[in-house]
């Protein structure tokens, strides 16, 4: 995967002082609506590469819808119509000659609950790299195995390879979705609250994992977990009824919020 260098803060300063100025996704006046339910209202958002974006509010406000709209997946829900503009890389995802299977490849997504297919751990990692015609199973190893290793699980799975994906943990599992999802070396990895049903062993496990992703990928993070965002993420994106109410740097947002409903939200008011 050819990644795009660009300046990083050294352990210790102050990542305000550094400056990321590229865009992976450019959100731009979007509309989403369910049949008559106005699900995403005028949706701004400018979205930098390497970074954890979290976003974050109740439940309702928006926040699957948003990420499913960045990969073009909330389309496969009935009477769903949208208005505005996603530029992903400069190209807007909407345009008719953009294709969806492009875009999904590019993009990768793991979901709430670990949904690993039931095949092999093996079968699992090389089943996007073999829909992308790679048949060699020289190659298919080594794809296995540096995903794997990518995930931060090889180690614990190299010798069940040919193991049912569902014989290991759960935590193991979102792992191994994980790296199902970086086979096919993506550009952005979207997660929609990936650690909501793993014990605190196993999210603590998937939290130190983004931190290393994010050298190599986007990363957007939907989470109900305040203290999550607050630990993995670059920027902070608040969410309430389809609009987004504040969007700034992390330690902005948690600890000098410019909107009176985003510090109601994060000291427990509502939610």
């Not at 008719?96 to 993009?107: G, H, I, N, P, Q």
């Not at 203290?227 to 902070?236: E, F, H, N, V």
Request: proline share 4%.
């Amino acid at each position: 995967m050819t990644t795009v260098s660009i300046p990083k803060a050294k352990k210790g300063s102050n990542l305000n002082e550094v400056e990321n100025t590229n865009s992976v996704y450019l959100t731009k006046q979007l509309n989403l609506w369910y049949g008559e339910k106005h699900a995403l209202k005028n949706i701004d958002l400018d979205i930098k590469e390497n970074e954890v974006t979290a976003i974050i509010g109740p439940s309702g406000c928006g926040k699957s819808t948003y990420i499913k709209t960045l990969n073009r997946m909330v389309e496969l829900v009935p009477s769903v119509k949208t208005s505005g503009e996603i530029l992903y890389r400069d190209r807007n995802i909407f345009d008719a000659d953009y294709s969806v299977e492009e875009l999904r490849t590019r993009v990768g997504m793991v979901f709430q609950k670990p949904n690993p297919f039931p095949k092999s751990i093996y079968d699992n990692i090389a089943y996007g790299p073999r829909i992308h015609g790679i048949k060699n199973k020289k190659i298919l190893d080594e794809i296995v195995e540096k995903s794997l290793r990518g995930a931060a699980i090889w180690d614990e799975v190299k010798d069940r390879l040919t193991e049912n994906a569902y014989s290991v943990s759960g935590g193991q599992q979102q792992r191994i979705c994980i790296a199902r999802a970086l086979a096919i070396e993506p550009d952005v990895i979207l997660m929609d609250e990936p650690t909501s049903a793993l014990d605190p062993i196993s999210t603590l496990k998937i939290e130190e994992l983004v931190q290393e992703l994010k050298q190599d990928y986007s990363i957007i993070i939907v989470t109900h977990n305040m203290q999550q965002a607050a630990r993995i993420s670059d920027k902070t994106a608040f969410f309430l009824n389809g609009e987004v109410i504040e969007y700034d740097q992390t330690d902005t947002i948690f600890s000098n919020p410019s909107d009176k409903r985003t510090e109601d939200y994060i000291s427990g008011r509502f939610g």
